[in-house]
């Protein structure tokens, strides 16, 4: 897993708004923890008011990363809270790894107050994109949102991660079909592709599938609550 | 797929991943929708942010008032116009529209009002709720009024009753309401925009839209100064509420045929109650599930058929019990019914209900 190996002291995962971005950051966070470091995930989400990395606290703890979320995320409290302990891990110099779950879209703006500690601490951003998702279902309308992100945040992405699924209905032929956008969208923004993420859970394992050869391929966890 | 003017056509693939209030948004501009007036409040601030970034490039207009009541008067005034328009809003701010709610349906005039639930009364909280059933049903605005309401229980279907709740308006020249709730405005699901039924709807010939001296002019308006020509209006109104009773009544039936124990759910919460179903019919018992999908017009006769051969009702509801109030109405004493009811924004578990119906199992 690409993660293992980069390790930067910051990973801040980014994307449009329902691009996935909690989903690979909880997942990210946990591949971390081989790393033998201690690993952090800061839910940074100000515009989400209910489906958040908050929501995987618990499974987060049961791989040994440590969750930092809003005081009150999932309430009723509209208000867009940080968690504090942010601010203190990224101006330190601790050798902790710390991944940033952050709002879709324009919601990266509050990377903005973090951008100096950072850049200083060495980081990644990784934009995950969703070719099923309409507004940003063209690689130039990605590539677009991503330079969005880059200007509100002042901080530049580093890599793509094709997230693109339909959710519970997500078939192999919807993930090939999304190869070629992918591809594409970093093309465009001059970045390299991280991989393909999938849930076998919900797709079933690709290895075998010749149809996937040669393709960076990232196995995920289901991070997200089911209400029904 | 549809384009529309120099816009992009948003379906690039067959399917699409959207959130429910993304969903709205979309059907409502695919459904021809030119005016978007809203007020942001969560959990339905998304429908405004996707209105922002697509009506320019279909030609409309979408445009944040000042206030929700600022929001509902400017879509009277675009719907006079005899164009499709729409606002949205979460439950508090469905109590500021509901003056201009009034004004519309004593104008007569066509348009969409979207409800994404949240937990009340007063400022409540931003959880997803069904506490505004009565206010959608019976009090949404003062005199003698409906609304066509929907409930969508899916993303699809926020789409699909969007653009659904349009042709109804246009059909019998009154509002519409989408009341869907905050879990339904927030969750992603697929949706195809290639499912969707269109139907011949009327010209309007009463919209006040310029005449140029070709013809006699179009008067739109409330306020009646003959007690008769107000009864007259009042009446006249609800003719055409009958027609939309004798036609318009939307359901969905699942697992009733042979069901002792028929539980009662809109929305989210029929989701619910249908795992729950699933879960206890492995264990033999017989628990079927009627999903009103129009809440007014309410399935009464739907219902009080059921009653026949039914054991007991159960309404399982995200409020303190309100539809259950119609469910009554329609069993009509033929058989007892109970509800489960969580309030406050908290979603029934399917353990919950699952429970509840095994409850009532074991006492009949």
Redesign the interface.
């Known amino acids: 897993m690409t993660t293992k190996n980069r390790a930067p002291a910051v990973t801040v995962i980014c994307g449009h708004y329902g691009a996935g971005k909690t989903n690979v950051a909880v997942n990210f966070a946990i591949d971390a923890r081989g790393t033998g470091l201690p690993v952090y995930l800061a839910d940074a989400d100000i515009v989400n008011p209910y489906f958040r990395a908050a929501d995987a606290a618990e499974m987060l703890c049961g791989y040994g990363v440590e969750p930092l979320i809003p005081l009150f995320a999932n309430s009723n409290v509209d208000i867009p809270a940080l968690p504090p302990m942010l601010t203190s891990l990224l101006e330190g110099n601790g050798n902790e790894i710390i991944f940033i779950d952050v709002g879709g879209d324009d919601g990266s703006v509050v990377l903005g107050r973090y951008a100096e500690a950072i850049r200083r601490r060495g980081y990644e951003m990784f934009f995950v994109i969703n070719r099923y998702r309409p507004l940003t279902a063209r690689p130039e309308d990605a590539a677009e949102c991503a330079r969005e992100i880059e200007s509100a945040s002042g901080l530049k992405v580093t890599g793509i991660v094709n997230n693109s699924s339909l959710g519970e209905e997500t078939t192999a032929d919807d993930i090939l079909g999304s190869i070629g956008y992918a591809e594409a969208t970093a093309r465009i923004m001059g970045v390299p592709l991280i991989g393909h993420t999938y849930i076998p859970d919900i797709t079933g394992q690709f290895s075998g599938d010749p149809r996937f050869g040669g393709l960076t391929l990232i196995p995920m966890r289901r991070a997200t609550k089911a209400l029904f | 797929m549809p384009d529309h003017g120099n816009g992009k056509c ?4 067959e ?5 429910g209030n ?1 969903a709205i948004a ?1 059907a409502a501009i695919n459904a021809g929708c030119l005016y978007y007036f809203g007020y942001p409040i ?2 339905q601030t ?1 429908i405004s942010e ?1 209105m922002a ?1 697509r009506m320019p490039k279909v030609g409309g207009l979408c445009l944040q008032a000042e206030s929700e009541i600022s929001a509902i008067n400017m879509t009277m005034g675009a719907a006079a116009s005899g164009t499709r328009a729409m606002t949205s809003s979460s439950s508090p701010g469905i109590s500021l529209k509901s003056e201009g709610i009034s004004y519309i349906a004593g104008c007569d005039l066509p348009c969409l009002i979207v409800n994404v639930q949240r ?1 009340g009364p007063g400022l ?4 997803p709720s069904q506490s505004d059933y009565y206010q959608a049903t019976r009090g949404v605005g003062h005199g003698d009024l409906r609304l066509i309401v929907l409930a969508p229980s899916s993303v699809q279907e926020m789409a699909s009753l969007t653009a659904e709740a349009f042709d109804l308006a246009d059909t019998y020249r009154m509002p519409a309401m989408l009341l869907a709730d ?2 339904l405005g ?5 949706v195809d925009f290639s499912l969707f039924e269109k139907r011949d709807v009327p010209e309007k010939e009463w919209a006040a839209n310029g005449h140029g001296g070709k013809r006699k002019k179009n008067i739109i308006n409330s306020l009646f100064i003959d007690p008769q020509e107000l009864e007259n209006s009042v009446v006249a109104r609800y003719e055409r509420y009958k027609k939309v009773e004798e036609n318009e009544v939307k359901y969905e039936e699942f697992m009733t045929d042979d069901a002792d124990i028929v539980l009662v759910a809109f929305g ?1 919460t029929a ?2 109650a ?2 729950a179903i699933t879960a206890v019919r492995e264990s033999g018992i017989k628990a079927g599930l009627l999903r009103p999908i129009t809440l007014w017009p309410f399935p009464k006769g739907a219902i009080g058929a059921i009653a026949d051969r039914a054991k007991i009702f159960l309404t399982v509801e995200m409020n303190m019990g309100q539809m259950i109030d119609d469910v009554r109405l329609a069993v009509g004493g033929k058989c007892p019914v109970d509800g489960y009811t969580r309030t406050g ?1 908290i ?1 029934p578990s ?1 353990d919950e209900v699952e429970d509840k119906i095994r409850r009532i199992a074991a006492s009949l």
Do not use: C, D, F, N
Not at chain 2, 15 to 19: A, D, G, N, S, T
Not at chain 2, 124 to 127: A, L, P
Not at chain 2, 186 to 190: C, V
């Open positions: 948003v379906e690039v693939a399917k699409v991943l959207m959130k993304e979309e969560t959990p998304e996707y970034k937990g409540g909280g931003i959880q905050g879990a927030q969750m992603m699901e697929p989210i989701r619910v249908k795992s924004g979603i399917v």
